[in-house]
């Protein structure tokens, strides 16, 4: 598997961030490294940039794309919900900005066997951190038919939740459901023939679902952001991408809230998009929204 990485907004991003040489910056889902590399090279000579994720294979990914930078780039195998704990353990110095680019990258989606994609037939995994107990075979296995229902309506938004969840709890009490393509079929006999047929795939938003809630990434959020405006300098900046409407809700009201209480200026009223270009390089990009704030 190779480390490449396509950063998405990532102009955008860095014009956002507003960085200047010296400054440290802590990158909180790092990935392969494609916003450090653009954050070390701005903040040049010494500025340092803290780079965090769950993803083993996505940190040495990093490790190999930041090598030239040396100890300028420290990168750590850990949870950005557990940055007001990590922060104080490093020789870091001062936070001047901070990034959440909350997709999943290339790593993960285009390895065959972490389950994230319904491409491969592959054991239902979809764990960022394979150290952690719960993936997605457990809780498609386990959870009440009510908690599979909720799940896939909340953080999929799937309109059919409820039939899917049904027929997945009717097909386990035969046989577990184990892998992603098992799992396809299992949905694909639940949904109307005109849903199989749009232009989403049909399992899309229930894979979205159970990826969200193996890494509980929506908790994550909410718990980093007041944690990440903590760390940073007055005048420091916070920029998120979001991918999705639930975490970009989650980081639109964070900062109207904080805005509010005098804590941050907000510099998107609405969020940044990928141009027409980046989408036809990168159709990745297509669902990302980009927000930045500044500390008061």
């Not at 990168?75 to 919900?81: A, K, P």
């Not at 908690?147 to 997945?168: M, N, P, Q, S, V």
């Not at 639109?252 to 980046?278: C, D, H, M, N, Q």
Request: aromatic fraction near 6%; proline fraction near 4%.
């Amino acid at each position: 598997m190779g480390a490449e990485h396509v950063p998405v907004l990532l102009k955008e991003t860095i014009e956002g961030l507003r960085l200047r040489p010296n400054e440290n910056v802590v990158d909180c889902t790092v990935g392969a490294g494609g916003h450090a590399e653009a954050v070390l090279e701005l903040t040049a000579p010494s500025g340092r940039l803290l780079g965090l994720d769950l993803d083993e294979a996505a940190l040495d990914a990093a490790r190999r794309n930041l090598e030239r930078f040396g100890s300028r780039a420290m990168l750590v195998h850990e949870s950005y919900r557990n940055i007001e704990r990590v922060l104080p353990t490093l020789p870091f110095g001062p936070v001047h900005a901070a990034l959440l680019d909350l997709g999943f990258s290339s790593i993960e989606i285009d390895d065959p066997s972490r389950g994230f994609s319904f491409r491969f037939d592959a054991p239902l995994d979809m764990r960022f951190d394979r150290s952690q107990e719960t993936t997605a075979a457990e809780i498609v296995n386990g959870w009440s038919l009510d908690d599979l229902a909720r799940t896939l309506w909340e953080y999929g938004e799937e309109r059919f939740a409820r039939k899917i969840a049904e027929a997945i709890v009717k097909t386990r009490r035969r046989e577990r459901i184990l892998t992603t393509f098992a799992l396809v079929d299992v949905i694909a006999h639940a949904v109307p023939g005109f849903y199989r047929r749009g232009k989403i795939h049909f399992a899309t938003r229930t894979f979205q679902a159970l990826r969200i809630a193996v890494n509980d990434e929506l908790g994550n959020l909410r718990d980093a952001l007041p944690q990440l405006l903590a760390a940073i300098e007055p005048g420091g900046r916070l920029a998120v991408i979001a991918f999705h409407s639930l975490e970009d809700r989650i980081v639109k009201e964070f900062f109207k809230a904080k805005a509010a209480e005098g804590g941050l200026s907000i510099l998107t009223k609405r969020p940044i998009v990928a141009s027409e270009e980046e989408i036809g390089r990168n159709p990745r990009s297509r669902s990302a929204k980009l927000r930045v704030a500044e500390k008061s």
